[in-house]
């Protein structure tokens, strides 16, 4: 019929797909897949952490190697688990495993200085002296504005009979820490057998409260004084300054 037009008829059926929407929806789904994966490989790897952790803190705390020895067996790579296995195996006297356990930690954290300091008293302590001053070196560079490698580089040295070098990591440990000065005025006092020019010297008070504790240090060993001469240089300098 002339000028009537009918409409097509409803499609009931499925059409197929076109060929660019199933390799995208495979994909998709392929995705999905590897995500699921890495989730469930993240939880699997966590746990096996949070498991080997836990053994090792069980170990070092109950002095326990086999707990310890087990967390490194589930996770090699962790630098807090090989740390843990260092410090149990000290703790037990086992000095020659428990150096390379604490050269594996150092190697996965070379930035800690405080692991380099724990090696440096292995090496120590396996009388191992030249090793242990160069890894306390490198404590040192890691952390120079902190008192206690100075101060652990400086009773190696002093052992080592290199007391002009023993002493200025002494002072940077005062500097660091002035509470420590007392102590250090004792060891010059036994490095240099009570001679109170050369531990001035060694020691450099370079103000008022240094000068008064090395007085108070003299006083107490009985060179009374030398105790009264350092204070009266102190006075001197005060009298200066005004």
Request: aromatic content about 8%; glycine content about 6%; hydrophobic content about 50%.
């Amino acid at each position: 019929m002339d000028g009537i037009f009918f409409a097509s008829p409803i499609m009931t059926e499925a059409t197929p797909q076109t060929p660019a929407v199933l390799p995208l929806r495979a994909a998709q789904y392929s995705l999905a897949v590897l995500s699921l994966l890495a989730c469930v490989a993240g939880i699997w790897f966590s746990s096996r952490i949070g498991i080997a952790r836990m053994l090792a803190m069980y170990g070092v705390t109950s002095n326990r190697l086999a707990p310890v020895n087990e967390a490194v067996r589930l996770t090699p790579s962790d630098p807090e688990v090989q740390v843990a296995q260092a410090r149990a195996l000290l703790n037990a006297g086992q000095l020659t495993a428990a150096l390379p356990a604490f050269e594996r930690a150092v190697a996965l954290q070379p930035r800690n200085f405080g692991l380099w300091a724990e090696l440096g008293n292995a090496y120590d302590l396996a009388g191992k002296s030249d090793e242990a001053i160069t890894t306390v070196k490198q404590a040192v560079r890691l952390a120079p504005a902190y008192a206690q490698p100075h101060w652990q580089l400086g009773n190696l040295l002093l052992r080592k009979g290199r007391r002009r070098e023993a002493f200025t990591e002494f002072r940077a440990t005062v500097n660091a820490d002035a509470s420590l000065f007392p102590n250090t005025v004792d060891l010059a006092w036994g490095a240099f057998n009570g001679e109170a020019s050369a531990i001035e010297q060694a020691i450099h008070p370079n103000n008022d409260v240094a000068r008064l504790e090395l007085a108070k240090v003299f006083a107490a060993h009985g060179a009374v004084e030398d105790a009264i001469l350092t204070r009266a240089r102190q006075l001197r300098v005060q009298d200066k300054s005004l």
